[in-house]
T-cell receptor
Framework: SQKIEQNSEALNIQEGKTATLTCNYTNYSPAYLQWYRQDPGRGPVFLLLIRENEKEKRKERLKVTFDTTLKQSLFHITASQPADSATYLCALGVGGYNKLIFGAGTRLAVHP | ETGVTQTPRHLVMGMTNKKSLKCEQHLGHNAMYWYKQSAKKPLELMFVYSLEERVENNSVPSRFSPECPNSSHLFLHLHTLQPEDSALYLC?????????????????FGSGTRLTVV
C-alpha cells in the first residue's frame, strides 16, 4: 500500500542545535516533494520544494535533501530557535494539476 | 492574511442543516483544492479544480458538493453531515499549467474552517 511516514513522536531539541526531520514514502514515485510548516489552528505555510533530479535545496537556515533511491527526504533547520516550534509536513507531488499527498507531520519543539 | 481567505472560521451545524464554506483567492492562481484535516491524521485531498473545472474527486461522499464559479472562488456545500465529518477544512490555491502534466509550485493555504457537526 502507499504510505508517507513522518516521525509521529514530537522532536524536542535545544535552541541553537540543528533539527532534522524525516519523511519516508513507499509505493509512490513523486516528481517533487514539498515541505510545509503548520501552526495550531492555521493552514500550512509553504517552505521549500525539491524536484526528483535535485539532491539538495537550501533557503536561509533550511535545507532539504531528496533521495529517490532510499525514498526519503530529510529536512534540516540549523541554529534552531523557539519560534521554529511548529508541526512540519512533507508532501509528495503525484499526478497532475500540482496535486499533493501529505504526511501526518512531525511536531518540533525548540526549548530555550 | 495569506492571500487565500476562508469563511467562516468556525461553524457548528446539526446533521440536518445545509451550509456552505467559502474560499477566495486573488493571487491569480489557476488551481484550487479542498483538503480535510482531522486530528492526528494527514491532510486528505477532497477535490481539485483547474481553471474552474473539477479534475479530481477523491471518493468523497455526495454530502460534500464543491462549486467553482470562477477562478477566484471555491465553495464547499454541506448537507446531512455526520459527526465524523467534524474537522478542519482547508482550501488552497497554486499555479498549475492546464493539462495533466506536472508544474510544481507551493500551495497557498487559507486558515481553514473548523467544522463541528452535532
Amino acid at each position: 500500500s502507499q504510505k508517507i511516514e513522518q516521525n509521529s513522536e514530537a522532536l524536542n531539541i535545544q535552541e541553537g542545535k540543528t533539527a532534522t526531520l524525516t519523511c519516508n514514502y513507499t509505493n509512490y514515485s513523486p516528481a517533487y516533494l514539498q515541505w510545509y510548516r503548520q501552526d495550531p489552528g492555521r493552514g500550512p505555510v509553504f517552505l521549500l520544494l525539491i524536484r526528483e533530479n535535485e539532491k539538495e535545496k537550501r533557503k536561509e537556515r533550511l535545507k532539504v535533501t531528496f533521495d529517490t533511491t532510499l525514498k526519503q527526504s530529510l529536512f534540516h533547520i540549523t541554529a534552531s530557535q523557539p519560534a521554529d516550534s511548529a508541526t512540519y509536513l512533507c508532501a509528495l507531488g503525484v499526478g497532475g494539476y500540482n496535486k499533493l499527498i501529505f504526511g501526518a507531520g512531525t511536531r518540533l519543539a525548540v526549548h530555550p | 492574511e495569506t492571500g487565500v481567505t476562508q469563511t467562516p472560521r468556525h461553524l457548528v451545524m446539526g446533521m440536518t442543516n445545509k451550509k456552505s464554506l467559502k474560499c477566495e483567492q486573488h493571487l491569480g492562481h489557476n488551481a484550487m483544492y479542498w483538503y480535510k484535516q482531522s486530528a492526528k491524521k494527514p491532510l486528505e485531498l477532497m477535490f481539485v479544480y483547474s481553471l474552474e473545472e473539477r479534475v479530481e474527486n477523491n471518493s468523497v461522499p455526495s454530502r460534500f458538493s464543491p462549486e467553482c464559479p470562477n477562478s477566484s472562488h471555491l465553495f464547499l456545500h454541506l448537507h446531512t453531515l455526520q459527526p465524523e465529518d467534524s474537522a478542519l477544512y482547508l482550501c488552497a490555491s497554486s499555479q498549475a499549467v492546464t493539462g495533466p502534466e506536472n508544474h510544481p509550485h507551493g500551495y497557498t493555504f487559507g486558515s481553514g474552517t473548523r467544522l463541528t457537526v452535532v
